[in-house]
């Protein structure tokens, strides 16, 4: 609670600096700058500014008003009412740092449920308390590793199928750094083999996607192997939904598993907020960035929730922490353990098996169409990259004109694929919304 000094509390502190009025302190300020006639509308009431936003509101077009086929790391999936009803709880929808067990039993509770809830579903030891999102999660998988070998390993093999965004923010995160970023040159189209002339004993990390950026679906068991051989480890990032239908990387032998969860229960929302998944082996643990929470007893011998191996954070002990990052994504975080415990591991399969065989549909269809083809032969779950006639952007704007928002345009990551699509169906794409697409892709190649 915010509760403002009294005149005698200000009038001490004034004295302590020397200083007789509040307005003194800004005596460095130039005069002329103080006050400046500032170029601002004039005020509105209340009524009439709530119009004002509807109205700027109404200019945008959402998931709801167009059919959508866009994914590319952020997914239209349906999440139930009760969802949103539990996050607006005050409990949770108010709190703050649980530092105090005694009095944060229930938020610490939901963080516990959804540490374990995320390890079940990726099958590894242990899970942190979130991250910011997908991208951080990555970032923090090279810092792990990094420390994990004491800084006398230093190359990073980046997958060239991990999303862009994501291999933007490692090279963020690292630049000055004695890392080395390699790998993100191999071909396309080449599968995880590819990765191994870059391992070595001088590599302390592989991060590959699962299923990848185009969609594609790999067994990473050899390459697991692999990298195991030289004493590295192994990253994998992850779509939540897909593991679901699809084995979890923690049998591939994953060392680390990372993802974006935005896919449980959240939505788009323009962005975020969003949620890191971060879950590894037990050995890492006291490596691993992020709040943990773990179960005991209390001095009644009941069950307890607490804030556990806090003395490798970022606030205590900052010289020999791993990250800065000593937080967590708590009310997003709660979205996604209601969604998963609302669907359990029957729901969640049914939901994959729909994302998978109606994107599965979409993909036979559109190639079937003159001047289309499927970009990779591979596998893959509810993604996959379309070669059209036409540059991607052009058809975009044509499906927009048909209240059709289009895949992500893949030449804007990768030069030399402006004309190929990437088309993401989800269970919330009827058989009808896919024939509308593929009709309207028709008339593209048809012009």
Known sequence: ????????????????????????????????????????????????????????????????????????????????PAVDSILRRGEFYTAY????????????????????????????????????????????AVSLAYANFRGKRTKVVLSPGLHPHYRQVVHTYNHGTPIQIVGENVDLQAGPEAFLPFVDQDTALVIVQYPDFFGRVYDFSSLANEVHAVGAMLAISVNPIALGLLTPPGQFGADIVVGEGQPLGIPLSYGGPYLGIFATKQ??????????????????GQRAYVLTLTAREQHIRREKATS??????????????????????????????????????????????????????????????????????????HLLEHDILGGYDLGQAYPGMENDLLIAVTEMNSRDDIDLLVDVLAEVSHD
Not at 292 to 298: F, S
């Open 1 to 80: 609670m915010f509760i403002p000094h009294t005149v005698e509390e200000r009038e001490a502190m004034l004295d302590a600096i020397g200083v007789e009025r509040m307005e003194d302190l800004f005596d460095v300020v130039p005069a002329k700058y103080r006050f400046p006639k500032l170029n601002l509308p004039e005020a509105l009431t209340d009524m009439e500014a709530m119009l004002e936003m509807r109205n700027i509101a109404a200019v945008n077009e959402t998931t709801q008003d167009l059919i959508c086929f866009l994914g590319a790391g952020a997914y239209n999936h349906y999440s139930p």
């Open 97 to 140: 740092t649980p530092y105090q067990p005694e009095i944060s039993q229930g938020t610490l509770q939901a963080i516990f449920d959804y540490q374990s809830l995320i390890t079940s579903l990726t099958d590894m030891d242990v899970s942190n308390a979130s991250h910011y999102d997908g991208a951080t999660a990555v970032a923090e």
């Open 283 to 300: 050995e890492f643990v006291r490596k691993m960035a992020g709040r943990l929470v773990g179960e005991t007893v209390d001095n009644r």
């Open 324 to 397: 800065n990052i000593c937080t967590n994504q708590g009310l997003i975080a709660l979205a996604s353990t209601v969604y998963m415990s609302l669907l359990g591991k029957q729901g969640l399969r049914e939901v994959a098996d729909l994302c998978y065989h109606k994107a599965h549909y979409a993909a036979k269809s559109i190639a079937d169409l003159p001047g289309y083809s499927l970009w990779s032969k591979a596998p893959f779950f509810n993604e996959f990259a379309v070669r059209c006639p036409l540059p991607a952007a052009q058809i975009n704007e």
